[in-house]
């Protein structure tokens, strides 16, 4: 097509040149145009001569075009087509965009409305909109336009201009853009004539037409031309090629096929959206219905921890009153002996028909779930595998929960001990939720827990605690407590330390904080505290509660709080919030309500921490049975048995008894929970004294009434007290009365009836005993005091109930801190005033003793009372005191001095002789001796000298000292006859004193006191106290005896 375009151009050039060839010969025709001339040309032919330019560039720029498109590789039908409709559619978004030519001088002309408008073509490139020509208007005639004129019209009007012979008309073969149609109609004058030839009758304008030649701006001097140039000022300027002319039947043709197509494409455009829509719609109601919306997740009601009383509890029946419905808390543990008053779950009557399980929360709740579970028990195998729930405000009137179907049924369990969890799609909100058991295991038996959610109200409630401290109450994994250790660190970096005691079996650090005025130092007179807590990972309140504690002591102390000035400035504290860090891990992924009651209990290596220590309560007792305590025994600090660390130990537990040694503790606690009481050492039985062994106190004229007592509790049962039984009790009811519950036992305990007899506290040993526990450990083996406080009835509680939890044990943490001073203190050292490091400490009237630290400093927990005091040391002459213990708080300063003594010596020459005892003589009374004993006396060094005389002078004493304590004997045996004749009393006397020497009495003298039969191989002065009374260092004479 361009290249015809081209051809049709060049014939115009031709034209325009035989035109001006016959100037002369038309002369006469044209004369009355040329009378026009020279009025136009001069007012017009500068805007005239500027256009002529314009179009010239854009013909240029058109024939260029072609000439590089032809260069290119013909297009394939489908290329072309695509082409068509991305032109098509960038020139409909143009014509909506530029409708009409926006008039700068004169007014818009009127629209033409009856001419059809031509279809747009859909190769020819859009020819840019001329910007620099300035838009003027004419007058139109309202008739519709005319379509261009077919070949027949074309060569017509070519024959009257003299033109056929020149050129031939040429056809466009493609329609040219429909914006560029009005451009080729030229406005005809109503007074001119065909006949005149006037150019407005012209229609195609040399001058308008982009792709002119550009000679032809110079040789325009045609009538043709002049008679344009007068109109130029009345015509709308057009773009587009006059010479473009259209198949309008083809046209219309395509136009059509286009719409359809676009009428199809949006067709399946809409479709395809449909197709979505739905596919969306349909995932989303999948989603509905497979995977319900989030519910709503509200905190448990308080079945386990207690918080609901036993009266909002109710059920159909119960099989015995043992499981009656006060047993169906999630987690009850039952008796071992199942026939006992408690079981471990509500269980039934099997021959009812209905079987319901009520819980009544008081007032309108918003249930969001249930936990269920199955019964406690190591013989059977009870639980609930389906079930209804149903709600009511009244108790009367019942709805059973609907999942938009039928009733809603929830299965429930597959075993015995672990939970499982049923939510409502949506919160329903009642006062009383039923559990309606539809199918089961073995007996129908169920634990369960509600969880609700309370509504706002305005008054408060007695579950509702705002906490006065603004701490970080939620549960933290291993990572967020080593962070939030690591911040209280940062905000208190004066008096916190951080340090790990060990690693657990997985690798975990035990981490502990040091809160004290010198972090990091021993400071002599300062006692040492601390709380352990995590034990067993399940049970995470005291977890929390140390670090709450943590981060109130920082606050507090920034704050300038007394007390806790005080308690910081005069203790160093020491808190371990995870002794078991692997176990509480599994715990914490199975969440709050979620794990059982074992689970996370024991270490990863399948050890209970609390239970793994070494057993030295035996070896205590098995000593003081055969009189070997405290002269071969200690009755504190005993040593580990040889091999044990290299037994079944935890490696917690290593990591916990290397710490123990490492730091003088005075007091400490470790936090548990399953239960609400503080228990205090002995945590072992003591098995009962035999008959055989009981006779070695038939005739011990020595023993006191404490040990009397003692005894005889022995014989009834087990010896479970501990010498500082009276001060273990105090140091339990300091905590168990500043609680804030735990003395309330009017409901009993958690899993049964009050043994505390509403003190809050018990023998551990009398509740459930264990061996080698830690407190026993503790005890024994340092100087240590310490007691298991055991928090609640739930293990794990929800994060919700922590600001109620740390409210009830805040002020009981703190005061049982401030105990530690209670007693006795001091430092022990030499009259150089250098300290004396593991000097013993010994308190008349009990027999645990303690000894002095690295700095000589000591601290003797004991109630107010007077107490003589006793400081020994090896190498120095013991010292003894009278220290008062008052009831105003603080310890009483209790200092010791000691002398060296030449107690080396002694036990040199007694080692020469078989560590035989020595009589010691002062020389006091040494003239009151015998003439043997003088003589004896000077012989030592004989006897030292000649060993040979050493067995015949043992034997010779050893008969006289028997003969001596016969005769004693029998004179206290007649001074207690009741005989009340003297003379009989002479006579028998007399008697006896003639009597030859028994020789069938073989048993010593001592047989009275330790049978020979069962102690022959002890030592009989073992049970003999020769340091009741200080003894003088110096001068006394020492025989052999």
């Known amino acids: 097509m361009k290249a015809e375009v081209l051809i049709l151009w060049v014939g115009l050039t031709l034209c325009c040149t035989l035109i001006c060839g016959r100037e002369d010969v038309k002369e006469n025709k044209f004369a009355g145009v040329q009378v026009r001339e020279p009025q136009t040309l001069t007012k017009n032919r500068r805007q005239a001569e500027e256009v002529d330019a314009e179009m010239l560039d854009k013909l240029t720029e058109v024939v260029e075009d072609e000439k590089t498109k032809s260069k290119k590789k013909k297009k394939t039908p489908e290329e072309i087509e695509a082409a068509r409709a991305k032109k098509a559619a960038e020139r409909e978004a143009k014509a909506k965009k530029q409708k009409a030519p926006k008039p700068t001088k004169k007014p818009k002309p009127p629209k033409p409305t009856k001419k059809p408008k031509p279809p747009k073509p859909t190769k020819k490139p859009k020819v840019p909109k001329p910007t620099k020509k300035p838009k003027t208007t004419t007058t139109v005639q309202p008739d519709i336009k005319q379509p261009y004129p077919d070949k027949e019209e074309e060569k017509k009007l070519l024959t009257k201009l003299g033109l056929d012979t020149s050129i031939q008309p040429v056809t466009p073969k493609e329609p040219v853009e429909p914006d560029l149609d009005d451009m080729f109609k030229k406005p005809t004058s109503p007074t001119k004539t065909h006949s005149e030839l006037d150019v407005d009758y012209w229609h195609p304008r040399p001058d308008e037409v982009p792709g002119r030649y550009p ?62 829509k739905w596919e969306e719609e349909e995932e989303e109601r999948r989603k509905q219905i497979s995977v319900p919306a989030e519910p709503k997740k509200c905190p448990p009601l308080g079945l386990e921890s207690h918080r609901v009383e036993d009266d909002q509890l109710l059920a159909s029946s119960q099989s015995h009153h043992g499981f009656s419905a006060q047993r169906g808390r999630l987690n009850m543990q039952g008796s071992d002996n199942d026939e006992d008053l408690y079981g471990g779950a509500w269980c039934a009557e099997s021959e009812e028909r209905e079987h319901w399980f009520q819980v009544d929360a008081r007032r ?227 969440g709050s309500e979620m794990g059982n009651w074992a689970l996370g209990h024991w270490t990863e290596e399948g050890y209970d921490i609390f239970q793994n220590f070494p057993d030295l309560n035996s070896i ?54 399953g239960e609400k009481l503080v228990t205090y050492p002995f945590d072992m039985q003591r098995p009962p004294i035999s008959l055989t062994d009981n006779r070695r106190w038939r005739n011990n004229a020595e023993m006191n009434e404490d040990t009397w007592a003692r005894i005889q509790r022995q014989n009834e049962g087990a010896l479970r007290e501990t010498p500082d039984d009276a001060m273990f009790r105090w140091l339990a009811m300091s905590y168990a009365h500043s609680h804030l519950t735990m003395t309330e036992t009017y409901r009993g305990s958690c899993h049964g009836d009050d043994i505390t007899g509403g003190q809050g506290i018990t023998n551990r040993a009398t509740w459930k005993p264990v061996v080698g526990s830690m407190n026993d450990f503790s005890y024994l083996h340092t100087n240590c005091f310490e007691l298991s406080i055991f928090l609640g009835c739930d293990k794990f509680p929800h994060e919700s109930e922590l600001p109620l939890e740390w409210e009830n044990n805040r002020e009981a943490l703190l005061s049982f801190i401030e105990q530690v001073h209670r007693g006795i203190k001091g430092i022990v050292r030499d009259i150089d005033g250098n300290p004396l490091p593991n000097a013993t400490i010994s308190v008349e009237g009990i ?134 004749a003297t003379t009989m009393t002479t006579t028998t006397t007399t008697a006896s004193t003639t009597l030859p020497p028994e020789t069938k009495r073989t048993t010593s003298w001592y047989d009275s006191w330790f049978p020979v039969d069962e102690w022959s191989t002890e030592n009989p002065f073992d049970s003999v106290v020769f340091d009741s009374v200080p003894t003088q260092d110096y001068p006394f004479e020492y025989t052999i005896d």
């Not at 603004?470 to 549960?475: A, I, K, P, T």
């Not at 009372?865 to 708080?889: F, W």
């Not at 000691?898 to 003239?927: C, E, F, Q, Y």
């Open 215 to 276: 000679d032809m701006k110079k040789d325009v001097t045609t009538p043709e031309v002049i008679m344009y140039i007068p109109e130029e000022s009345t015509t709308v300027p057009y773009i587009g090629a006059w010479y473009e002319e259209y198949d309008y039947t083809d046209l219309a043709a395509k136009k059509q096929e286009e719409e359809e197509e676009r009428a199809l494409k949006e067709k399946a455009e809409k479709a395809e959206r449909l197709r979505k």
């Open 364 to 590: 309108e709740v918003e249930f969001t779930g249930v936990i269920t579970q199955g019964r406690n028990s190591e013989l059977h195998e009870d639980f609930v595998s389906s079930y209804f729930v149903a709600f009511s405000n009244d108790s009367r009137d019942w709805t059973l929960l609907h999942d938009g179907y039928a009733e809603w049924l929830f299965y429930g369990n597959v075993d015995k001990e672990t939970p499982v969890m049923s939510q409502f799609a949506t919160p329903v909100v009642a006062r009383y939720i039923r559990i309606l058991p539809q199918s089961w295991n073995g007996s129908l038996c169920l634990r369960a827990e509600i969880l609700a959610c309370q509504l706002p109200r305005s008054h408060h409630s007695e579950n509702e605690v705002n906490p006065s401290d603004d701490l970080d109450f939620r549960h933290h994994n291993y990572k967020e407590m080593r962070q939030m250790m690591k911040v209280i660190n940062e905000e208190c970096p004066n008096i916190t330390r951080i340090y790990n005691i060990g690693k657990s079996s997985q690798g975990l650090k035990m981490y502990a904080m040091e809160i004290s005025d010198n972090p990091g130092e021993h400071e002599p007179g300062e006692p040492e505290f601390r709380y352990t807590a995590g034990l067993h990972g399940n049970e995470a309140l005291g977890r929390e509660l140390l670090l709450l504690l943590m981060q109130f002591l920082c606050k507090e102390y920034n704050d300038d709080n007394p007390r806790v000035r005080r308690l910081v400035d005069g203790v160093r504290i020491h808190l371990v919030p995870s002794l078991n860090p692997d176990a509480y891990e599994l715990a914490y992924e199975m």
């Open 620 to 673: 205590l007792w098995g000593a003081e049975d055969r009189g070997w305590v405290p002269r071969i025994v200690p009755n504190h600090h005993i040593p580990l048995p040889e091999n044990f660390l290299n037994g079944s130990l935890a490696v917690e537990t290593k990591a916990v008894i290397t710490w123990m040694e490492r730091n003088p503790f005075v007091l400490g606690a470790n936090l548990q929970g």
């Open 847 to 980: 027999r645990h003793d303690v000894k002095t630290a690295v700095g000589g400093d000591y601290w003797r927990l004991l109630n107010p009372g007077e107490y003589k005091v006793t400081a020994k040391a090896d190498g120095y002459t013991p010292q003894t005191r009278l220290c008062m213990v008052g009831y105003d708080s603080g310890a009483t300063p209790c200092s010791f001095t000691l002398t060296k003594s030449n107690w080396d010596r002694i036990k040199k020459i007694m080692a020469l002789h078989g560590k035989r005892p020595i009589r010691l003589i002062t020389k006091a009374n040494v003239v009151k001796t015998t003439a043997a004993s003088t003589v004896a006396a000077p012989s030592i060094d004989t006897e030292l000298e000649n060993p040979a005389n050493t067995h015949d002078i043992a034997r010779r004493r050893r008969l006289r000292l028997m003969r001596i304590r016969r005769l004693r004997l029998q004179r206290l045996q007649a001074s207690l006859r009741t005989t009340p």
